[in-house]
């Protein structure tokens, strides 16, 4: 909500407001009484009345109903604003590999896992008028999250996303690009994207990446492979009931040759991810590369709050004049 003064040039009459109230105290200092008495001794005794207390109220109220007046003469207005999205952007796909080889440690100081969540995430907080889903792998593929612009239900979905159970433990990296696949299959954007995230190879699922590639060129979508990890070998947490956590160095096992071709077959790219830095550097490429143009066409509608000020300025004005002819009186 905005705020928008339809006549400002009537708040410049605002700077009579501290000339009179000086105006005022000047008056009431040099001032002199029109009645005068010879002694003024018998008063003493009586205490000074409430009005004598509230003798400055009307002109008080005099003030505050000329700022209010003044105010509603200029205008003020609220404005609300509504846009509509007359072309539509890109749907975004994420595959995220959750097996647990992802709980390695290399990325420091956290998993792997946890650093890909938090990077798509802020991948996600960048983009404006993208359909964005989740697809989660690992023995199994699922959808996290169907295509929505709704990123915060997207963020709290992502976040709840862990490390698969040890009994459903592979990377069935063709069905999650089958799964991928199936859900842009509908899709009428302009340009629709997969962004793979893995740090393995296919060892699980009845769809192989080829196959799952050659479906996602079929349907005109784009993918986007990403290889998580760092080279040689990495820290993988072991709980030992006995001696407690450990670690053991597990050698990267990524296939970056299955994921350089489902990328080409799909005219995308490939990238290689060793530590957090590099990974935020990919998903910002991949955010600059899949930007579209999209037409939005905004109004303004404006809601009139001088009604607010000229109510209370008048009441206040009617409140001074019956005050300052009855109760409040003052003797010339």
Not at 36 to 49: A, E, K, Q, T, V
Not at 77 to 89: D, P, R, W
Not at 110 to 130: C, P, Q, Y
Not at 274 to 280: C, F, H, M, P
């Amino acid at each position: 909500m905005t705020w928008h003064w339809q006549s400002p040039q009537w708040l410049y009459l605002l700077l009579l407001v501290p000339a009179l109230i000086g105006l005022h105290v000047w008056t009431l200092r040099k001032g002199k009484g029109s009645l005068r008495f010879s002694d003024l001794r018998i008063f003493d005794g009586i205490p000074p009345s409430w009005t004598v207390h509230l003798r400055h109220l009307p002109f008080a109220f005099r003030m505050l109903a000329l700022v209010l007046l003044i105010v509603a003469l200029a205008r003020p207005q609220a404005g609300h604003s509504e846009e509509e999205v007359l072309t539509e952007g890109i749907d975004i796909l994420v595959a995220l590999d959750n097996s647990g080889s992802m709980a390695a440690e290399d990325f420091k100081p956290r998993n792997r896992l946890h650093v890909a969540k938090e990077t798509v995430a802020k991948f996600v907080r960048g983009r404006r008028n993208d359909r964005i889903g989740l697809v989660v792998f690992a023995e199994k593929s699922y959808t996290r999250c169907p295509l929505t612009l709704d990123y915060g239900v997207l963020q709290t979905l992502l976040d709840g996303v862990s490390l698969a159970p040890k009994s459903e433990d592979g990377t069935a990296l063709g069905m999650g690009l089958a799964t991928s696949v199936n859900r842009l299959r509908t899709s009428r954007a302009k340009s629709r994207v997969i962004v793979l995230l893995t740090d393995g190879r296919n060892n699980r699922g009845a769809i192989d990446p080829a196959t799952g590639a050659a479906l996602a060129k079929a349907m005109g979508i784009r993918i986007y492979t990403i290889g998580v990890g760092t080279k040689g070998e990495a820290p993988y947490p072991v709980d030992d009931p006995v001696f407690g956590r450990r670690y053991i160095y597990i050698p990267a096992d990524i296939d970056e040759e299955s994921l350089k071709s489902i990328a080409a077959t799909t005219a995308g790219l490939y990238f290689r991810a060793t530590d957090s830095r590099s990974l935020e550097s990919i998903f910002a490429k991949i955010d600059r590369m899949e930007k579209t143009e999209v037409k939005v066409k905004r109004y303004m509608r404006f809601t009139e709050l001088f009604p607010a000020f000229l109510l209370p300025g008048v009441f206040l004005f009617l409140l001074e004049v019956g005050l300052s002819q009855t109760r409040l009186r003052q003797i010339p």
